[in-house]
């Protein structure tokens, strides 16, 4: 080459130097050889083969799993170069027209980097079209998806070794963030690459801060509060299930968060745009499934929040990856609940029994991640097989609020003994029974209880044993061994260490070991839990006072002008601007305007009377009950489709369609119900209880149906009322 690779980098990317390996691993596919590289989302992965492919004769193939994933690069590259064309995707999203406008460029030479899905590639037509013409070399983008082990197994992923063969062999490197041992070995042995050279970079990710935190009953206000003390800063909120993207979507955006779901099962058309949405900032927050991220350029992403821990901490990892890849500091915040850990175990039970036992054991790593209180950036690269040797890196939750130290030597002591004993060929359950003493079926099957070593734990802190496996792992003493699923290994380190403690037990000359007890989670986490803190009394007696002054000024009902739990929670919340006040459950922007500021100005004098220290928290505004379609109701509302044909959509019944047109209408949601009304019920009968609820004190059913003592239907009369409290209070 005429000029040298630091020049190419600066013509073609307008970089002045190389990251970490990314020369290296060049020069080494240049020369026409295999490799790995591995290396941190963030850390340059594409520049290896992107640069190299604009170099060589022919034209590179790059294998990646999403269509999202590949448009985003295919812009890159072709923005930086003076023609169209230099890249191109060939996916199911393209045109018979369009398709041929690709090969055409592939066969005149101008196309460098031709992306494609595994289930492309394997497409006879497609093969046949790549064996005709010059490939320089194949790229497996994300290539974690080989191997069963890995957070997001692809099986068409197994099958582009052989296509590879069928179209002529070239050099193949293949590229990720996140793989363990296990998962390098089985990807490389997979593409048969397996005696090519790795390029392996550090996992760690000193600009992350990591925190795992106990999902309560106040998980959506906690979360809420984090992204408005970040306002204007882009975040991903990652979920397991779609329909739960959608939910905390939509709760998002009713609390004035710019937010938008994504996930595979909307329309491309709505993935790209909110896609494109997020990149351009018209979008702060996306609500995402694993779908989103892959691949995409956005480098200031300042925070990811994962609503529900993920299957594994592959996954973990790699998603947490997506923040702070411009280097500066970005924050990840997991919330874990046992109760989480136990519907994923579940949705295991349809696998076939090698599936659920990979899939256990990978929970039960994210599940020991998220309970320990050691250093956390300490343990995710153990898992990855990667040393951290300083005890502390300041950057994480449990380094930041270490907990007390504990001497746990004779736990470590009979831990190692009783791996030992065992002939290190079981998982840490049945190990834990063993130096406890418990004569299980199986133990007693194994007649493992006659031998010397069973109890040798007896007696020691209960509390003390997980947090003892965890850094008896980190400080390399034992492993566990991936291949049979987590069974306890002893390492040389390890071997050595219970050689001294048994030769010098009781002496001084034992190195003392030391735990941190782990993280206690409470399962307290419930969606249709309401969160109620202490009401001031005294506070909630001079705001119902107000209220009835406020109501007679207005001519008005006093529940028209906030309900009791309104006025419960102003006496609880303590807010003094309008935008606290719309946090406020049943109290919009409308209601907010026309009647809160006489409230705001009482709150704020009661509070420097008494000097009140108000709560630094928000209270969420909630949306109405999902169950039943909530975005629905409202727009066959729009379109005044009548109230029975709704329920019926719905396959439910006109009670419970009440239900849900209350928990709308009471959040503080108008809804134009008159037409219905009218529509159903005689003018009199409706002139009759609606003047009721004009002079009633309460807005109490009860009440109303004693006044009327079955002179109307139950569901007259709650629709009237819905109607009235919905024209009057929203």
Excluded at 91 to 104: A, C, G, I, T
Excluded at 240 to 256: F, P, Q, Y
Excluded at 626 to 631: L, M, Q, T
Aim: hydrophobic share 35%.
């Amino acid at each position: 080459m005429n000029i040298s690779l630091t020049d190419s980098l600066k013509k073609y990317f307008g970089f002045d130097s190389f990251r970490g390996q990314q020369e290296e691993v060049i020069k080494h596919l240049l020369d026409g050889n295999d490799c790995f590289v591995l290396m941190p989302t963030g850390g340059g992965k594409s520049i290896c083969y992107q640069l190299p492919s604009l170099l060589m004769e022919g034209t590179a193939i790059v294998i990646s799993p999403l269509i999202a994933l590949m448009k985003n690069q295919v812009d890159i590259i072709n923005g930086i170069s003076e023609h169209d064309g230099v890249a191109h995707c060939l996916n199911s999203s393209l045109n018979k027209q369009m398709v041929e406008r690709v090969k055409n460029d592939v066969r005149n030479g101008i196309t460098k980097l031709l992306y494609m899905a595994p289930e492309s590639l394997i497409k006879e037509e497609y093969t046949l079209f790549l064996k005709s013409v010059k490939i320089s070399f194949f790229a497996i983008d994300e290539a974690h998806c080989i191997s069963e082990w890995g957070h997001d197994f692809r099986p068409e992923y197994r099958r582009i070794r052989p296509i590879i063969d069928t179209i002529g062999r070239t050099p193949i490197i293949a590229l990720t963030a996140t793989a363990t041992e296990k998962v390098r070995t089985d990807i490389m042995k997979n593409l048969g690459i397996s005696e090519c050279r790795v390029f392996m970079s550090s996992f760690n990710r000193p600009n992350l801060y990591y925190e795992v935190r106990p999902k309560t009953s106040d998980v959506d206000k906690q979360m809420i509060k984090y992204i408005k003390q970040h306002s204007g800063q882009s975040g991903i909120v990652y979920c397991l299930s779609r329909k739960s993207a959608e939910d905390i979507a939509e709760v998002l955006r009713a609390n004035d968060i710019k937010a938008a779901p994504y996930h595979a099962g909307l329309d491309p058309n709505v993935r790209s745009a909110t896609q494109d949405d997020f990149l351009m900032e018209r979008l702060d927050v996306i609500c995402a499934t694993i779908a989103f991220g892959m691949g995409i350029d956005k480098a200031d992403v300042r925070f990811v929040i994962h609503y529900d821990i993920p299957k594994s901490l592959e996954g973990y990892y790699q998603e947490t990856g997506r923040a702070g890849r411009d280097g500066h500091d970005a924050q990840c915040i997991a919330f874990y609940s046992r109760k989480d850990l136990q519907k994923l175990e579940k949705l295991m039970d349809t696998k076939q029994a090698a599936e659920q036992e990979i899939g256990r054991h990978l929970l039960q790593e994210t599940a020991s991640y998220a309970e320990a209180s050691i250093c956390r950036r300490k343990m995710l690269l153990k898992y990855f097989g990667e040393d951290y040797d300083k005890d502390n890196c300041g950057n994480c939750d449990n380094c930041l609020h270490p907990k007390m130290r504990m001497c746990a030597t004779k736990h470590l002591h009979a831990l190692l003994t009783a791996i030992a004993a065992l002939k290190e060929g079981y998982r840490v359950s049945y190990v834990m029974d063993f130096l406890k003493g418990r004569s299980t079926d199986e133990i007693e099957a194994h007649k493992h209880n006659v031998l010397e070593d069973f109890g040798c734990g007896e007696g020691l802190a209960e509390k003390l044993w997980s947090p003892t496996v965890k850094q008896a792992i980190v400080d390399g003493y034992i492993r566990k061994d991936i291949e049979t699923y987590g069974t306890l290994k002893l390492t040389a380190a390890g071997k050595r260490k219970l050689k001294s403690m048994q030769t010098e037990e009781g002496d001084s000359a034992v190195d003392t070991f030391y735990v941190t007890e782990d993280n206690s989670f409470v399962d307290d986490y419930n969606e249709n839990t309401v969160v109620t803190g202490a009401v001031d009394e005294q506070l909630y007696a001079i705001l119902k006072d107000l209220r009835r002054e406020v109501a007679r000024k207005k001519g008005v009902q006093p529940y028209i002008v906030f309900m009791e739990s309104s006025l419960e929670q102003m006496a609880t919340m303590y807010p003094v601007t309008m935008e606290e006040l719309q946090n406020i459950q049943g109290v919009g922007q409308g209601k907010a305007r026309r009647f809160g500021q006489p409230f705001l100005d009482q709150i704020k004098q009661y509070c420097e009377d008494n000097d009140i220290v108000r709560p630094e928290e928000i209270r969420v505004r909630n949306v109405a009950n999902k169950s039943a379609g909530k975005v629905k109701i409202i727009n066959c509302i729009d379109r005044k489709m009548p109230l029975k044909e709704i329920a019926a959509s719905l396959h439910i019944k006109m009670p419970e369609l009440l239900d849900e047109l209350e928990a709308i209408v009471y959040s503080g949601t108008r809804l134009d119900l008159r037409y219905d009304v009218e529509e159903t019920m005689d003018e009199e009968q409706f002139d009759d209880i609606y003047g009721y609820f004009e002079e009633a004190e309460t807005d109490s059913l009860d009440d109303a149906y004693d006044e009327f003592d079955g002179d109307y239907s139950d569901e007259d009369i709650r629709l009237v009322r819905l109607m009235y409290v919905s024209e009057n209070a929203n």
